[in-house]
């Protein structure tokens, strides 16, 4: 008798998670293969939100505007000269940008930083003479933290900018410039704003700070080092921890300046040297890989984090000057071009009657020009994924061995959940220890060089002590058969247990990780995943050894890779991740210390438990 | 001298010209009608008002409209009433059993007649029955609720509503002339009317107790007085001699130059020069703001700002203020009244700066909030703070109109500033005597309604492609329950040998 369909599904169900060990690895491998293939999936960049009508629209700012603003940048150059130290040109230039606004009719506002002293930022509002006041956009400069003749360039061309597109008669939302001091950070001082603006306290200066209702978008505008010159436009997504913007604001933004009449090249990266024209494969996928690293540390890239902190989709952008580039707009024709982007990424956002909601927030540029979305870029992720699952299925159905049906019945596996629970906390507050220790040395102030060697040290002392404190040796519950019923019941050794639970551990962080921050999701589960799947016992002594040598020897690699990567000496990392974690509390740290360092500690001790092939028969 | 009340069923058109800083002029165009009730056919008064207030059985009706902001710290006190963005309504009824048939009534008859989306406002979700606002406050504690008694009052506003030409085409249309002669000729053009800054119109429905019905219809435009628009429309009036209204028993032009109101009769061509005006500047009793704090998806804040302005506050002893406001909310802004926190220059002071509040607690579905305090500013301080938490509803999809990622519109807060009046309180000055003219002489002494900035809110929203993945999922798993059972119960036992 032909077994039923349903029944074929079972038995292939079964017979695949009986091979789980082996089925798992060959996933993993092909995890690989797929993400190294994810660059082919890549599909070309487009805007799907049609309200913005990019190109169905003029610019207006011209050759008279860009001579203001180099009058502006003029007499903002001669700030410099005149004031005596940085932190008093800065602020003697946010009082004449507060002057200037005020000449002009607008609304202008100082307000605090917290508990900064005399910092302070400036923020000015254009009322749309026909808007209703329900929505405004708002452009960002920074004053205080770069070079000072091209935050000369920049705020002079902000205030040009601002005061054209302030009274434009087709203007439905109001506009709000916001000149940040960025003396303690551009960020730090952006979100200093933003407190004051979404709070109630009363942040201002006595001159009172009146707000302009919903913040929908925001823009983030750098000119180039030298001021006047520009032949591409470098722009910035990356917020808190990979949170990115929607990718119909980049997509807008990339189209409205690679068209006439700004015509100019838009690039991700910070290497000036990097072509985004190379659509090779291989350059591909180096731009994917940079992408993900950028978004895997969790560091925002600009003052526009902030305001995606606050819900508000932004971006940063800065005009660079590049020997590639065949033409570079200097002076008058600098200004003219970077006002007309200006202008015209207002205009299409003006245009806009809800917020960015047609494209999606989960994305991996691959250069300017090319994209993968979440359906794409998922893929080798969940194929991780279900290798660590199906290894952790078989493991907990059928043991180590494939003992699932004798002819005498039923047979069920046991396992020491509670011991190996029990093993896998004490991993994890070795792992917090270490963690702590790591950011405590980090906070008194030593070098980098010293947090890492003490940290090293640390977890070195914290391996050794959950080695001994877990040292069950002989006290381990063999292997054993019980009968009760014809289900025979096979209790298996505790370490199959401790690696069952330590693969759910890295399953379930990995996963939520993944909705979170992917690429540090995807870099940690393939950093991870072999040394959970491959660990086991031998009983032969040299194999024993080799394995926990093998497992000894990942972190070191692992740091010495990742440090390669994000360009550091391999001797500061610990020091440089403390850094990063305090200044923008990103999740590298905890991932190291709170499943890497524990899932490890669990590798090892799985890897040097002792093998008993003798099954006591009860 | 200008007939005040006529006798008979009387029609007046008038027009006030202000010049306002920024280079911007304020024009309000008044069109009085009056009838009495027992007449059987109306000679100039709009069939569809008289009807509606007939059937709504209503003391008065209101329905206003407004579009554009009112800029006060530049342009000062508006001359009447600058309405808040979208359209109000408002009535009173003697009796409060024929308040909620009449509402229903007259909110569906309002909304045909003016092409507004007004049945939205027949919903219990939408009304609110206020108990301090809309009456008169002597300073007595009690004395609100007292005339409140005498009427029943119901107030819905629908901020998200677009006002356009659709609004003003049957606007125009209730007038005798319509658009074709009179004052109303200069509102003909319609893109001139709505490319004002601000821009306020409705109308004011009434009887009085000798059995006259009233009608007036006002419209206030703010327009840049370099603008084609304003030069078109003064060229209008200014022709209106040679074109008037045959129905009008007087056609006026009032220009307000300081406290001075000069009086121009149009059907005597007289002559007037627009552009020899000087600027006004009237500062309003108080400045007021309204802002939202917070901006998660489940928590936030309003806070409501009430400021002197800044030469009456450096005055060495500036009067306490006597103020009320008046703040609906949707059910899905749920406040915590116990959030309410007041700070008076910056300091925290207890409720007992409130003289009364009064506090409806929204229903989920049904009914929405309604937060009536009534408070006086006191002498010589500058600026009150008023602070409420609030929780975010979460809505059904269904409930979500289609433009979704908006956000949502918060109804406008009303605030009314009961003055002092002193011996040298500032009324306009005029020769002429004139419906309109006793109206703007009665707001110097009056109280001063402000109406908040508008705000938006953004709730969660879901992805509604959502529902297409939970369609597609929902529509696999039925089709394979289906098909399964289907199997189940067509299956033979017997088959199974012949598949053998």
Same mark, same amino acid.
């Given at each position: ?5 349903? #029944? ?5 169900? &079964? ?122 956009? $708002? ?36 506009? =709000? ?65 990979? $949170? ?73 952008? #800065? ?142 002392? $914290? ?29 298996? #050794?505790?370490?199959?247990? &401790? ?59 692992? =740091? ?30 905890? &991932? ?13 001790? &799985? ?12 | 001298?200008?007939?005040? %009340? ?136 009690? !004395? ?58 409705? %109308? ?145 002071? !207890? ?36 602070? @409420? ?37 500032? %009324? ?28 938006? @809110? ?43």
């Amino acid at each position: 008798m032909s077994a039923s369909p349903r #029944e074929k599904i079972k038995r292939l169900a &079964v017979a695949c998670v009986r091979r789980g060990s082996f089925i798992s690895l060959c996933l993993y491998v092909l995890g690989l293969v797929v993400a190294s293939l994810a660059p082919s999936l890549a599909r070309d960049v487009y805007v799907d939100e049609n309200a913005f009508l990019v190109g169905s629209t003029h610019a207006t700012f011209d050759d008279l505007d860009g001579a203001r603003a180099d009058d502006y940048v003029e007499t903002l150059t001669k700030i410099t000269f005149d004031a005596r130290s940085r932190a008093r040109t800065t602020r003697e230039r946010l009082e004449w940008v507060l002057n200037a606004l005020d000449e002009r009719g607008f609304e202008s506002y100082k307000s605090w930083l917290d508990g900064a002293g005399d910092l302070f930022n400036v923020h000015g509002v254009a009322r749309a003479a026909r808007g209703n006041g329900r929505e405004s956009m $708002a452009l960002v400069t920074v004053l205080g933290d770069g070079d000072a003749d091209a935050e000369a360039a920049t705020v002079g061309l902000a205030l040009r900018a601002f005061e054209k597109i302030g009274r434009a008669p087709w203007l439905a939302k109001d506009l =709000m410039w916001v000149c940040v001091d960025g003396s303690r950070g551009e960020i730090d001082g952006t979100m200093a704003w933003l407190k004051t603006y979404y709070s109630s306290s009363v942040g201002d200066l006595g001159g009172g700070f009146e707000r302009a209702g919903a913040i929908q978008q925001a823009f983030v505008f750098r000119a180039a080092n030298r001021g006047a010159a520009a032949s591409a436009v470098r722009v910035k997504l990356e917020g808190w921890n990979g $949170a990115y913007p929607n990718q119909d604001i980049f997509t807008m933004f990339r189209s409205i300046v690679e068209t006439y009449p700004v015509s100019m090249r838009v690039s991700l990266e910070s290497d000036v040297e990097v072509r985004e024209d190379d659509l090779s494969r291989w350059s591909l996928m180096k731009s994917t890989a940079r992408f993900m690293w950028r978004a895997a540390t969790g560091i925002p890239s600009g003052a526009h984090a902030a305001f995606k902190a606050h819900s508000i989709d932004a971006i940063s952008f #800065e005009a660079i000057e590049r020997q590639q580039d065949a033409y570079v707009r200097s002076g008058l024709r600098a200004y003219v071009t970077l006002g007309q982007m200006l202008e015209l990424t207002f205009r299409a956002c003006n245009n806009l009657l809800e917020l960015l909601h047609h494209s999606c927030f989960y994305y991996i540029l691959l250069g300017p020009n090319k994209f993968l979305g979440i359906a794409e870029y998922i893929a080798p992720q969940a194929i991780l994924l279900v290798s660590l699952l199906l290894t952790a299925l078989k493991m907990t159905t059928f043991g180590m061995e494939d003992t699932s049906s004798t002819s005498d019945g039923e047979t069920r596996m046991s396992h020491d959940w509670f011991a190996a629970i029990s093993k896998l906390s004490l991993a994890l507050v070795f792992g917090a220890i270490v963690g702590t220790s790591c950011v405590s040395l980090h906070l008194r102030e030593l070098n980098h060089v010293t947090v890492t060697l003490g940290t090293v040290a640390v977890a070195f002392i $914290a391996f050794i002590t959950f080695l001994r404190l877990t040292l069950d040796g002989e006290a381990s519950p063999v292997r054993s058969t019980t009968k009760v019923c014809d289900v025979t019941i096979v209790r298996q #050794e505790q370490w199959v247990g &401790v690696k069952v639970i330590n693969i759910a551990w890295l399953l379930f962080t990995m996963s939520a990780c993944t909705f979170f921050n992917f690429a540090l999701a995807f870099l940690t589960t393939v950093a991870l995943a072999p040394a959970c799947l491959l660990c086991a016992p031998s009983g032969d002594a040299a194999k024993r050894n080799r394995a926990v040598a093998v497992l000894g020897a990942l972190p070191p690699t692992w =740091m010495f890779v990742l440090s390669r990567f994000a360009g550091s000496p391999v001797y500061e990392s610990f020091g440089l991740l403390a850094e990063h974690h305090v200044r923008w509390k990103t999740f590298a740290l905890p &991932v190291v210390f709170g499943i890497a360092f524990p899932v490890l500690l669990i590798c090892f001790d &799985v890897a040097r438990s002792p093998v008993k092939s003798k099954t006591k028969k009860a | 001298m200008i007939p005040i %009340v006529a006798a008979r069923a009387s029609f007046v058109e008038e027009v006030l010209i202000e010049r306002l800083r920024d280079d911007a002029v304020a024009l309000v165009f008044t069109f009085t009608t009056t009838e009495h009730e027992l007449e059987r056919h109306s000679a100039v008064m709009a069939k569809p008002l008289r009807a509606v207030l007939a059937k709504s059985r209503a003391e008065t009706l209101e329905l206003w409209f407004g579009r554009g902001r009112w800029n006060a710290r530049r342009w000062g006190a508006p001359p009447v009433v600058a309405k808040p963005i979208g359209a109000e309504a408002l009535g009173t009824w003697r009796a409060d059993e024929d308040a909620e048939r009449g509402w229903r009534d007259a909110t569906t008859a309002l909304g045909g007649t003016f092409c507004a989306s007004l049945s939205a406002l027949g919903t219990s979700t939408a009304v609110t029955s206020p108990v301090l606002g809309f009456n008169a406050w002597d300073g007595e504690a009690s !004395s609100a609720r007292r005339a409140s008694d005498a009427a029943t009052v119901k107030h819905a506003s629908l901020p998200q509503e677009a006002v356009c030409v659709e609004n003003l085409a049957p606007w125009l249309k209730q007038l005798p002339c319509r658009d074709r002669a009179g004052l109303a000729k200069a509102l003909k053009t319609a893109h001139e009317v709505f490319s004002a800054r601000h821009l306020t119109f409705g %109308v004011r429905l009434s009887k009085d107790g000798d059995g006259y019905t009233r009608s007036e219809q006002t419209l206030m435009m703010v327009l840049p007085d370099a603008s084609e628009s304003y030069a078109e429309i003064i060229g209008t009036i200014q022709r209106v001699a040679s074109d008037v209204c045959v129905a009008a028993d007087g056609s006026y032009v009032h220009a307000r130059d300081g406290d001075d109101i000069a009086t121009f009769n149009l059907s005597s061509s007289a002559a007037f020069d627009a552009d020899a005006l000087g600027v006004n500047h009237r500062t309003p009793t108080l400045y007021v703001e309204r802002f939202l704090t917070g901006t998660g998806n489940e928590f936030g804040g309003i806070v409501i700002d009430i400021e002197r302005p800044a030469l009456e506050s450096s005055a060495n002893s500036s009067p306490p203020i006597r103020a009320r406001l008046f703040q609906p909310l949707p059910w899905f802004v749920k406040l915590y009244m116990h959030t309410l926190s007041i700070e008076l220059d910056g300091v925290a002071v !207890s409720r007992e700066v409130l003289d009364e509040m009064h506090f409806v607690p929204a229903e989920d579905r049904v009914r929405s909030s309604l937060l009536e305090l009534q408070m006086v500013l006191p002498a010589n301080a500058s600026m009150l703070r008023l602070r @409420l938490d609030f929780d975010k509803g979460f809505l059904r999809a269904q409930e979500f109109p289609p433009d979704a990622n908006r956000g949502f519109d918060l109804p406008p807060a009303r605030f009314d500033a009961f003055r002092v009046i002193h011996a040298d309180t500032r %009324v306009p000055r005029t020769q002429q005597a004139s419906a309109f003219l006793d109206k703007l002489r009665a707001s110097s002494v009056a109280p001063e309604t402000l109406y908040m900035n508008s705000l938006l @809110l953004l709730l969660p929203t879901p992805d509604f492609s959502m529902t297409f993945n939970v369609a597609a999922m929902t529509g696999s798993v039925l089709s394979i329950l289906f098909l399964s059972l289907m199997r189940a119960m067509t299956a033979r036992e017997s088959w199974k040998d012949y598949r053998r």
